[in-house]
């Protein structure tokens, strides 16, 4: 009698590298699938924060009759300005707090102190990271910006600074347009061609809907005090005007998706004033500094900055003034100043965006 034996056969080698690959091959094509996805929901937040800041500028309105802005209180010297010091100051962010659920930090903070000097205690609340300031598909896990100037530096006003300028606050993600300026309003706003493309050459007002204020405390003959940003000075409508708009990860400066530092800057010779300004803090990058005139008057294609802007506005260049940049793929989330959020390309016609930023020029806008 024979007895029947049973084999006990497992995987040759072939037949396990063949399972291998079928999964390697199922893994490839799940993986852009899943990167779109989690990409899709970072958008999808960074959207909603846009929503919530600009329903913070509109509840602001209605209690304040304006729009929040950036305000800085300075001494110059009398009777002839000759030297610069920060009194005290309020960035439009500072300024939303509590309409964003963050009285909490805002009660925290004296607003009556110079807001430059880390030595205060109560300037130590500008430490905060605020979820709402943060787009999610921005890169790095540094989350704070700092403002690093050091004393008798002339910041742009002719005068040296009579102490060093030290602020550390939470990186913000986002921006208000001030307005349009340099070859940017060349090209697109104030030009001899922009008849020819349906918009009006010349005339009407550069500035955005978001103004600013610099108060000059001991000589009030050089206060440069725009009129309040109300809604109502804003005649191109307030779903034809751009009222914040992604610009993204300034504590580092970007040309494209490179990162320029000290170590490459002679790959972008003209990135060097905007790679100097971004290491001593001077562009708005955090949610405390009230140095973000945002003016944009765009770069060149490939990030830099050959003479006073450039024709590129979106995604060439995360400096302040560039324009807008983010890392969501094509382009960069907008709020209008009515309140809702867009997708702006980074295709945009230059005449069409430049007319989206200001406020009361009086262009008919097309489609974007």
């Known amino acids: 009698m024979r007895l029947n034996k049973r084999s006990n056969r497992g995987f040759t080698l072939i037949e396990l590298l063949v399972v291998i690959a079928i999964i390697a091959i199922l893994i490839s094509l799940l993986l852009p699938a899943v990167q779109q996805a989690r990409e899709a929901a970072r958008r999808t937040q960074c959207r909603n924060n846009m929503k919530q800041l600009g329903l913070a500028f509109h509840n602001y309105h209605d209690v304040y009759l304006e729009f929040a802005r950036s305000t800085s209180g300075i001494l110059v010297g009398t009777p ?28 925290s903070l004296d607003l009556t102190v110079d807001l430059l000097d880390n030595t205060i205690a109560s ?31 002339d910041v742009g006003l002719g005068l040296p600074t009579t102490s060093a ?36 050459s010349g005339g009407g007002d550069r500035h955005g809907v978001v103004g600013w204020a610099l108060v000059v405390l001991d000589n009030t003959a050089l206060n440069d005090m725009p009129e309040a940003s109300k809604i109502r000075n ?18 580092t400066l970007y040309n494209g998706r490179t990162e320029v530092t000290a ?27 009230t140095l973000r005139e945002n003016w944009i008057n765009g770069r060149a294609f490939d990030g ?15 400096a302040l003034s560039a324009g807008w940049y983010s890392w969501h793929p094509g382009g960069a989330t907008i709020a209008l100043a009515d309140g809702s959020v867009r997708f702006i390309s980074e295709n945009i016609g230059g005449f069409a965006h430049a007319a989206l930023i200001t406020a009361a020029k009086g262009e008919v806008n097309p489609e974007f």
């Open 165 to 200: 300028w030290n602020q550390t606050s939470g990186r913000v993600d986002y921006e208000a347009a001030s307005g349009v300026r340099g070859d940017f309003s060349n090209l697109y706003a104030y030009c001899a061609t922009c008849n020819n493309q349906g918009y009006t």
């Open 304 to 318: 830099g900055n050959p003479s006073d802007g450039g024709p590129c506005s979106v995604n060439c260049s995360n």
């Open 123 to 153: 300037n130590a609340a500008y430490n905060n990271i605020i979820p709402a300031f943060l787009c999610p598909s921005a890169p790095g896990s540094v989350q704070t910006a700092t403002v690093a100037v050091p004393m008798g530096t």
């Open 234 to 251: 804003c005649t191109d409508g307030t779903s034809n005007t751009i009222l914040l708009g992604e610009l993204a990860s300034r504590n």
């Open 80 to 107: 002839a300005p000759s030297f610069l010091t920060v009194a005290n100051g309020t960035s439009w962010c500072t300024a939303i707090l509590p309409f964003i659920e963050q009285s909490n930090i805002y009660d």
């Open 263 to 289: 170590a490459n800057i002679a790959s972008f010779p003209n990135s060097a004033t905007d790679l100097t300004i971004v290491t001593v803090g001077l562009n708005g990058a955090g949610w405390g500094s």
